[in-house]
């Protein structure tokens, strides 16, 4: 994994920490809808704060292909450019 | 495991909501007694939950007109306008439409769902992007799943957010089209239509409004909000339906874009479904003409959703933040909506109960859907029938510190 997605991915965790009611350990591998208990519709309002931070727009089909934190950083990272 | 296993839990929160008392998604009314009374189970019923707004559901002149068409057309047209051919009515519905909305074109659909459904998702091809609000209606959620473009969420209600995202694309050699809603269904919530206008017009992309729930109840004439903004040149499209203030079912869409009618071969929640049955088409062509003949239908409208806003808001009820014909509560679980809801339908009162995930930030509601009809009693008795159940329930309604939040 390239150091771009690595730094995504905390700041990802950083971000997700702060929205999350419990405290939960995120890791790359942590699975978005089924680990964190958020549904489809979380999931997409937390993808907006992520646009937000990394000025990219995610579009919905992709949000759909994510399932972990890790993909959810890769499809950031080739989103920007740096793939 | 059977091919319903996927649904288990759907069928666990089914359950829990339904046996807390009468199930709220299969309430049968035994008879309908005017458009804001009806029989359940024996008792007679304010109906505070229909999108009735205009209260034209028994307008004896829509009636007759649908009856006579009944008896010279016969029950249905039995197939699509593409391969049974159109009935006078419903080029002449789309006709009266385009006159009444100042537009070239128009396009009549089977139902609202349907309208979204298929303009949405036919108006944007591969190489386009879509834009919609993160609180659209689940039709336009689902043209968004059909169609082939990129679709881009945005903030509802929040044009500077729409154009963030706009211009992170400016690039993109695609057409871009801008979906929102004039009043928005769970809460009642109008758009900023004229600061989505100029994000419009600065960015260069299409426009498309639904007016589903501002079709007769906002603007001069009853366009809706684009009207009653003074914004309607900068809308592309408007996108209504049959099932609100014309009191029917079906759906339709109105432009002035040159070659629109190349939507009929190509937009298939259009041609792969039977059209309206001709009954239906004779009424909305009356409740539409009803509708221009009676402005004070509107103002009765707008009085009897301020008094039942006011009413509810001045009990220290949390309500939606414009005054509108939807009036939404919110109560801080689901669990108290569940039994609130009950409280009222045994009291006689018939509202809907809209809980997570179909309302915005997960609130659980009672929406209330005010109508031209309803007489200031029912309203009254509606008020009351809301402080008694929460005295009942020992609800302390928290007290509203502002007029609008």
Known sequence: ?83 | MTILAKYTKLREHYHRIAGAGRDPFTVKFDAMLSPTEGMLNGRRTILLGTNNYLGLTFDESCIDKGVEALKSFGTGTTGSRIANGSYDGHAALERELAKFYGRENCMVFTTGYQANLGIISTLVGKDDLLFLDSDSHASIYDAAKMTPAQVIRFRHNDPEDLNKRLRRVADHPGNKLVVVEGIYSMLGDVAPLKEFAQVKRENGVYLLVDEAHSMGVLGDTGRGLAQEVGVEDDVDFIVGTFSKSLGAVGGFCVSDLPDFDVLRVACRPYMFTASLPPSVIATCLRSLERMQEEPGLRTKLMANSKRLYEGLRNKGFQVGPDVNPIVAVSLPSIELAITFWNRLLEEGLYLNLALPPATPNSQSLLRTSVSAAHTTKQIDTAIELFGKVARQLNVQPALVQTAAE
Not at chain 1, 10 to 32: D, Y
Not at chain 1, 42 to 54: G, H, I, Q, R, Y
């Open chain 1, 1 to 83: 994994m390239t150091t771009d997605v690595n730094d995504i991915v905390e700041t990802i965790i950083a971000a997700l920490v702060k929205t999350l009611p419990t405290p939960v350990t995120v890791t790359t591998e942590t699975s978005i809808t089924r680990d964190l208990g958020l549904d489809s519709l979380a999931v997409m309002d937390f993808v907006m704060v992520l646009e937000d931070k990394f000025d990219v727009s995610i579009p919905m089909e992709r949000i759909a292909e994510v399932e972990t934190i890790g993909d959810l950083a890769r499809t950031i990272s080739e989103l920007r450019g740096h793939a």
